[in-house]
């Protein structure tokens, strides 16, 4: 059985850019992406000579960029998107590991999941998704004695709302591995990795469907605030999931308490943001919300549908975009008269672009960020969120607090 640190490294490299440049490139997909518009001053018919000449210095005979690593170039002096005289074009590889992307998303939105590994398999992605060993491993958590535990697990089934056929699953992703000191051979870790995946498809299916007039970068900002560890321990403390946890750590129980205690504290409180500066959530309170999603997702043959009938009213109410354009100021203005330090701002515009200076005077440096955006509020919100996580960098809260 692999680690879930193994399984973390076997992902991010199954879908890193260069992984997805490289099947894109075994498709050919570059000879499709429009990554320019067409431009008619540089159009000449057969025969005629360019009115502006854009001499070749490619270096390459053919009459194409062949695909090999020889030509693989980071030097400025080939413009991309923009073809020689010979008509050589020159591609960021990133728009092409872009666009591998883009398409299994159109897949998944147009077909569903069959679509998306129909199109990924065409993309040389191996997926293997075989349904006999789904029913191993719930046979495997079967084996998993919790007769001991009914109580609790019943009681959580009843919070979640979702009776388990496979109770063993559950307590699985309630068991913290604290308690493979004393002797139990399984823990939640396996779970998370899992759940992780499949709330960051769920809440992204989620974001694409319902915020249709919200631009990319802000889509971004929205999930990456959704599926943080900060969002889903509150969640799990406001569902009262976390008495649940099964663990064998003092400091553990410690730092749970300390979080419910300052969560409560700053119940209604605008500083809220101010505790999750100073006050961390526990790791372990996000994990589980993980490792239940995905225990129902195994539990449930893999169907994310059934997770997500589960899952979204304990996530609910969402981060929207209203709720998050504020944060990052508000954040560092109480952040910055808790530290004793001084916000400057300086507003100058460009045409319709606002451009917000600011700076935070530290002892002994001056931290300095910008933020551009039509509407004052975000420009100012951009510039604060560059701040803060210089600032952050500078003075870490409790690191101590993830193990
Ligand atoms: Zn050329």
């Known amino acids: 059985m692999k680690h879930e640190g193994h399984l973390s490294d076997m992902r991010s490299n199954a879908v890193c850019n260069a992984?997805?440049?490289?099947?894109?490139?075994?498709?050919?997909?570059?000879?499709?992406?429009?990554?320019?518009?067409?431009?008619?001053?540089?159009?000449?018919?057969?025969?005629?000579?360019?009115?502006?000449?854009?001499?070749?210095?490619?270096?390459?005979?053919?009459?194409?960029?062949?695909?090999?690593?020889?030509?693989?170039?980071?030097?400025?002096?080939?413009?991309?998107?923009?073809?020689?005289?010979?008509?050589?074009?020159?591609?960021?590889?990133?728009?092409?590991?872009?666009c591998v992307e883009a398409l299994v998303g159109a897949y998944y939105v147009g077909g569903g999941i069959v679509a998306a590994l129909w199109v990924m398999k065409w993309f040389g992605i191996e997926i293997k998704c075989d349904r006999t060993l789904v029913q191993e491993v719930k046979l495997n958590a079967s084996y998993i004695c919790y007769l001991p535990k009914i109580s609790v697990i019943e009681e959580l089934e009843a919070k979640l709302k979702y009776n388990f056929s496979v109770k063993g699953l559950l307590l699985e992703a309630i068991t913290h591995p604290s308690l493979q000191e004393l002797g139990v051979d399984y823990c939640y870790q396996r779970l998370?990795?899992?759940?992780?995946?499949?709330?960051?498809?769920?809440?992204?299916?989620?974001?694409?469907?319902?915020?249709?007039?919200?631009?990319?970068?802000?889509?971004?900002?929205?999930?990456?605030?959704?599926?943080?560890?900060?969002?889903?321990?509150?969640?799990?403390?406001?569902?009262?999931?976390?008495?649940?946890?099964?663990?064998?750590?003092?400091?553990?129980?410690?730092?749970?308490?300390?979080?419910?205690?300052?969560?409560?504290?700053?119940?209604?409180?605008?500083?809220?943001?101010?505790?999750?500066a100073t006050c961390k959530a526990p790791k372990v309170l996000g994990d589980i919300m993980e490792s239940i999603a995905g225990a129902i997702f195994v539990d449930a043959d893999f169907n994310v549908d059934v997770v997500w009938k589960i899952v979204e009213p304990l996530l609910s109410p969402m981060i929207t975009p209203d709720n998050l354009a504020l944060p990052p100021y508000r954040e560092l203005l109480e952040l910055c008269s808790h530290l004793g330090y001084f916000i400057n701002s300086k507003c100058s515009s460009k045409g319709e672009e606002l451009s917000i200076e600011m700076s935070v005077q530290l002892r002994d440096e001056l931290l300095i960020a910008q933020g551009q955006d039509r509407n004052k509020k975000s420009a100012k919100a951009k510039a604060a969120a560059r701040i803060l996580a210089d600032l952050k960098e500078k003075r870490p809260f409790n690191e101590t607090m993830f193990f």
């Open 19 to 98: 992984t997805l440049h490289k099947h894109g490139i075994w498709r050919s997909l570059q000879g499709y992406v429009r990554d320019s518009a067409f431009d008619p001053r540089r159009w000449v018919a057969p025969g005629q000579i360019s009115l502006r000449p854009f001499p070749c210095n490619c270096g390459i005979e053919t009459a194409f960029v062949p695909t090999n690593g020889r030509y693989i170039s980071d030097d400025p002096s080939f413009v991309v998107g923009k073809p020689c005289d010979r008509a050589h074009r020159w591609m960021c590889s990133k728009a092409i590991s872009d």
């Open 192 to 276: 998370e990795f899992l759940g992780d995946s499949v709330l960051d498809l769920l809440i992204t299916r989620y974001l694409y469907v319902t915020h249709t007039d919200v631009d990319p970068g802000e889509l971004t900002d929205l999930r990456s605030a959704l599926v943080s560890n900060e969002n889903f321990a509150e969640v799990v403390l406001r569902n009262n999931i976390h008495s649940h946890l099964q663990h064998g750590s003092g400091i553990l129980l410690e730092q749970i308490t300390e979080y419910v205690r300052s969560n409560l504290e700053c119940q209604g409180k605008v500083n809220k943001f101010l505790q999750h």
